[in-house]
C-alpha cells in the first residue's frame, strides 16, 4: 500500500508559491497559494475540486475548468509540491529520483483542506471535492475533518467530499465525465451522487518496470525486489473497491507486460467510443505509445480518445521510473464482490 500519512502541516511553504511557474506543458495553467488554476467555468452551478493524485495530462486539465489541490513530496529531505511539471519535466523528475536516498509523501493537512474549502465557498457556488483515495492516503480523513469543522460552523454550507477510491490516470477519467455533467446543467446534490455510483465503473490495470521504488519505501523486501530484477518479473496490479492496490499477477519481459495490458482493456473495456482511455506513463514515453499502438489494432479503438498522461511525482516516488498504466470505463465492479465482502454486506444489513 502507498500511504502519504505524514501529518505534518505543510501549509507554511505552500501559502509562499504564487504564480510563477515555467509552464513547460501546460501555459495556460497557474499556481497560487498551493492550488493549479485554470480558466474556470462560470457557468457551472458548482465548483469542483480535485487533486494532483489523478494524474492528470497537462493539456486535459487546463480545459476542465477546476481548482487542483497540489499534494506535497520529499527527496533526500526537501520539500516539493506537485504542480503538474509546470517547474520540471517528467524526465527531469525521474532522473533526480533514480539517484535519491530518501523518498516520501506527505498528507494534505486538515488545516490547509479548511482554508481551501473556505474560499471556495465564498464564491457562492456549492463545492464538491473528489479527494484521492483511502486506500493510498490518509488525506481523505483530514478533508473530511475539514468538511465537518466548515459545516459546524456553517450548517448550510452546502460543500461534498467523497474518497473517489480511484488512483492515478482512473481518477482522472471520473473527473473528466464529473466536467461534462457539470456543464450540462447538472446540480451539485445530484453531481455528488452521481459520482459516488459512477466511481465503480473505472478500472484500471498497471506494471511496473520493477520493484527497486516499493523496496526503497519498504512496501516489500528489498531481497524481493533483487530477485524479481534478476529474473525479469514485470508486476502486473490494478486497485480493489477500496482503491487499494492488488497484485493481478507477473508476466516475464517488458512486452509480454504490455500486451497483457492492451488485452486486458480489450476484453474489459465497456466499448462506449464516447468514454476516452487514458495512459499513464513514468518516464517511458515509447511504451505508452506502444500501448497506445496495441489497443489501436482493435478496430472499435478506432475512433475513441485515448489520453496519455506523465505519472505525477507523488505516485511516481512510490513506482519508480517504469511504471505504465492504463484505466478505462468498464462493468459494475461491485457485481465481483469477494466473498468476505458480501458476507461483510449481509451482516450490515441485517444489524439495520
Known sequence: ????????????????????????????????????????????????????????????????GVECISFPYLIDGYEYFDDMYQTTTPAEFYERIRHAKDLSTAAVSPGRYYDIFEEALSHGKPVIYAGFTEGLSRS??????????????????????????????????????????????????DLYEWALHARYFIKGVFTLDSFEFLAKGGRIPASAATTT???????????????????????????????????????????????????GCADCMEDAYKLEELLRQDPAFENVEIIISPISPVLGVHVGPGMIGVSFWTQDRRKKKSIADKLTSKVKGHSK
Not at 485554470?38 to 489523478?54: G, K, L, W, Y
Open 1 to 64: 500500500m502507498i500511504n502519504s500519512n505524514n501529518q505534518d502541516d505543510h501549509s507554511s511553504y505552500i501559502q509562499n508559491v504564487t504564480s510563477e511557474t515555467s509552464g513547460a506543458l501546460a501555459p495556460d495553467v497557474f499556481m497560487y497559494k498551493g492550488i493549479l488554476h485554470t480558466e474556470s467555468n462560470s457557468n457551472r452551478s458548482v465548483h469542483i475540486i480535485v487533486d494532483s493524485c489523478a494524474d492528470f495530462s497537462p493539456e486535459v486539465f487546463k480545459k476542465l
Open 140 to 189: 481523505i480523513e483530514n478533508a473530511r475533518m475539514a468538511q465537518a469543522m466548515i459545516q459546524d460552523k456553517n450548517p448550510d454550507a452546502e460543500l461534498y467530499v467523497f474518497d473517489n477510491l480511484l488512483p492515478s490516470m482512473a481518477a482522472e477519467l471520473l473527473i473528466i465525465e464529473m466536467c461534462k455533467k457539470a456543464d450540462e446543467g447538472m446540480e451539485a446534490k
Open 229 to 279: 530484477q534478476k529474473l525479469d518479473i514485470k508486476p502486473e496490479l490494478s486497485f480493489d473497491l477500496k482503491g487499494a492496490l492488488t497484485l493481478r499477477g507477473i508476466q516475464r519481459g517488458r512486452k509480454r507486460a504490455l500486451k497483457s495490458l492492451a488485452k486486458y482493456v480489450i476484453e474489459k473495456w465497456d466499448k462506449n467510443p464516447s468514454h476516452p482511455v487514458a495512459i
